[in-house]
């Protein structure tokens, strides 16, 4: 390893390392614009200019230097500063003095560095350049006349969002950065551009003059519109959210965030339920809490209790999903169910439904099979992870499923499930790649296990894993990629049917066929609403979504953002949400209407604090133990075929996810989701030129 010397401290680097990394390691800051840790190295802004002996007596480019034994390096010299002041001169050039009112005012990486190698005059008269506004979709606005032409934005683009459509054209002050064709970024991660970008030419289109970053108080968090769970910071000013950014976690999301995760934060504010109604001569009217929790309570005792059932949906907490079992159970019925798209999900089994590889894990693997998943749309950033490995070659991938883009190479295996019993068997070319590896990944998506035929699915995919080697002692290349926030923690406190007690098609079958009379909904929009029937509805929720729309009673809770709740992600990291705004008008959290509703039955839980929820929860899993807050328990496989029965369905693996930008009651209510979906799904072109969504 090179030992070389940076402003006198002795530095030993690894061989290939370059000046700046050798410097990041002892705490020494290099300036930068271009240099990105997890980007290609470009070598365009030369503001990271040091001054290196031995070597040609000009000062040197940091980002681009490797190290070498012997060499010194001084940041700090007068000749690196003065280089330094130079090219920060010929930045500024072109910049227009817009600081006021450019929205990276106070979080600007090129503001800063003016302070310190910036002049208080300048030496150029000529008329500043100007170059147009380019149209990258309803979510980036632009400034390119403050572009410095870092292209930060290009290599995310190309190299992680693995969608090539950005890139330069022209030479010298003619030089841009555009989409070429002048077409909307179709990434699902195009936001972290503006996070990348360190000037104000690329910024939030729906946050565009909302607040400046001073105003804000900020939270740390984690998003619940898809199971990966990544890490998110939540900025509100009041009790508004004004807009969300990523959190650094090297096991989840890296420092990158999806679209919807990012922008969807204005549904917070449109059709929200913001007090309780009652349903009178068929019309919902307004009602006090007292009034609602009477009219519920008094439905579920004069039910039978065979004839009452719950469902929670894809965004409930585990909190409110563990005090709803117990009040179920007090009650006496059996019927609930957290799987309300149906998937078949072995709740005794956690290695049966969980990311067990681990979404880091993903590097480590060596080959990837995908069956009955899209993981471009469901899981943007675990598709992102997917990406990063495949670049690191060596990562044969195969798809079985819906032929789609999923930003690198696969081998398409068709979409006929049959397939899969051909892969299982050792008769298909696929096997021979996966056997062949060390570690091979199968991944099974909701498109393949809510199907009727889904335990049959599910029985194959795991015999397939078993076969080709991918379940061992020191790897489980055995993985459930979940769309549900919910769902992982709804299977962990056990809110499935009990002992006779009915899923979520046999509730939905009881409640239109009458055998089934009062329905619990905790925030469950995606079943059929048709299908309750005469059914006495219940609903408990933050947005006036389909739930809603059904309910005989609406009980307004809380959203992500408003309450400090307990999640599980895909691969069963237990995390918290952290209160940043609170609830709307009189809505609640949603565990203290449930413990409210018992006391209304006379069926008081004995949980009368979050921290009593808390160690109920942990009573019930170890996963929520205190101190598992962010790690992952493993589950122990076990190499049986359970719920493998049936026969193979012939019909195709189609996504769960039919349009990305509108997944869920936040979504659905988000007006900036809303202009994605007529761009991204819709095709209207002209919808895509809206730079704001403030309602």
Not at 228 to 240: K, P, Q
Request: glycine share 10%; with cysteine.
């Amino acid at each position: 390893m090179p030992k070389l010397t940076i402003d006198g401290i002795e530095v030993e680097a690894e061989a290939g390392m370059t000046v700046m990394q050798a410097a990041d390691l002892v705490g020494i800051e290099i300036p930068r614009f271009c240099y990105h840790e997890r980007l290609s190295i470009a070598g365009n802004c030369r503001m990271c200019l040091v001054e290196v002996k031995p070597g040609p007596p000009k000062p040197q480019a940091a980002c681009a230097l490797p190290v070498a034994e012997g060499m010194q390096v001084w940041t700090q010299s007068d000749l690196a500063r003065k280089a330094r002041k130079g090219v920060m001169e010929f930045l500024l050039i072109n910049h227009p003095l817009d600081c006021p009112i450019c929205d990276q005012g106070g979080e600007c990486d090129l503001q800063d560095q003016a302070m310190v190698f910036g002049s208080d005059r300048s030496r150029y008269r000529e008329v500043k350049r100007s170059v147009t506004e380019k149209h990258l979709g309803p979510l980036v606005k632009t400034a390119m006349t403050r572009c410095i032409h870092c292209t930060r934005c290009v290599r995310f683009i190309r190299e992680v969002a693995g969608v090539p459509e950005l890139g330069m054209i022209g030479r010298g002050e003619h030089a841009e950065i555009t989409s070429y064709v002048e077409q909307a970024l179709t990434s699902e991660l195009s936001g972290n551009i503006v996070d990348l970008c360190p000037v104000g030419a690329l910024t939030s289109a729906p946050y565009a003059f909302h607040a400046r970053p001073w105003e804000l108080h900020k939270v740390e968090s984690i998003d619940v519109l898809d199971a990966v769970g990544s890490a998110i910071r939540v900025d509100a000013r009041g009790n508004a959210v004004m807009r969300v950014l990523p959190r650094l976690n090297e096991d989840i999301n890296e420092e990158w965030l999806a679209d919807k995760s990012r922008h969807a934060i204005d549904g917070l504010r449109y059709q929200r339920l913001d007090r309780p109604y009652v349903r009178e001569n068929g019309t919902l009217r307004p009602a006090s809490w007292e009034e609602a929790l009477a009219t519920v309570a008094g439905r579920l005792l004069s039910a039978d209790p065979d004839r009452v059932a719950a469902l929670a949906g894809d965004l409930a907490d585990a909190e409110a999903m563990v005090l709803l079992k117990d009040l179920m159970d007090a009650l006496g019925s059996p019927h609930r169910d957290c799987r309300q798209d149906g998937a078949v999900l072995d709740p005794h089994d956690r290695a049966s439904w969980l990311f067990n590889p681990t979404i880091a894990g993903i590097e480590d693997a060596d080959a990837l099979l995908i069956i009955g998943a899209d993981p471009r749309r469901e899981a943007p950033i675990l598709n992102a992870r997917i990406r990063k490995r495949y670049a690191m070659g060596g990562f044969p991938i195969g798809v079985l499923g819906p032929a789609t883009d999923l930003t690198y190479p696969v081998e398409d295996l068709g979409n006929d499930p049959h397939t899969l019993r051909a892969l299982s068997s050792g008769s298909h070319a696929f096997w021979r790649v996966l056997t062949e590896a060390e570690r091979p990944l199968v991944l099974v998506g909701m498109g393949a296990l809510t199907r009727d035929d889904g335990a049959a699915v599910m029985g194959y995919a795991r015999r397939l894993a078993e076969t080709v080697g991918a379940i061992g002692d020191d790897w489980t290349g055995f993985g459930v990629l979940h769309t549900a926030a919910a769902r992982v923690g709804g299977l962990e406190v056990g809110f499935v049917p009990g002992p006779g007690g009915r899923d979520t098609a046999g509730i939905l079958e009881g409640a239109g066929s009458g055998a089934v009379e009062v329905v619990y909904l905790l925030g469950a929009d995606e079943i059929d609403m048709d299908a309750l029937g005469e059914a006495f509805v219940i609903y408990q929720g933050h947005h006036g979504d389909a739930g809603a729309n059904r309910a005989d009673v609406i009980l307004p809770g809380a959203a992500y953002t408003e309450k400090t709740a307990t999640y599980v992600n895909t691969e069963g990291r237990m995390q918290r949400t952290w209160l940043t705004v609170h609830p709307p008008g009189e809505a609640r959290e949603d565990w203290k209407i449930i413990r409210a509703l018992s006391s209304a039955l006379e069926k008081p839980l004995a949980q009368g604090t979050l921290e009593a929820v808390r160690a109920r929860l942990a009573a019930i899993s170890p996963i929520f133990a205190p101190g598992n807050e962010g790690r992952v328990v493993p589950a122990e496989y076990r190499a049986t075929h359970r719920g493998f029965s049936g026969r193979l369905d012939g019909a195709p693996f189609v996504s769960p996810v039919s349009n990305y930008y509108q997944t869920d009651p936040i979504s659905r209510a988000s007006r900036t989701m809303a202009a994605c979906t007529d761009v991204y799904i819709n095709g209207k072109t002209g919808a895509g030129k809206r730079t704001g969504t403030d309602g």
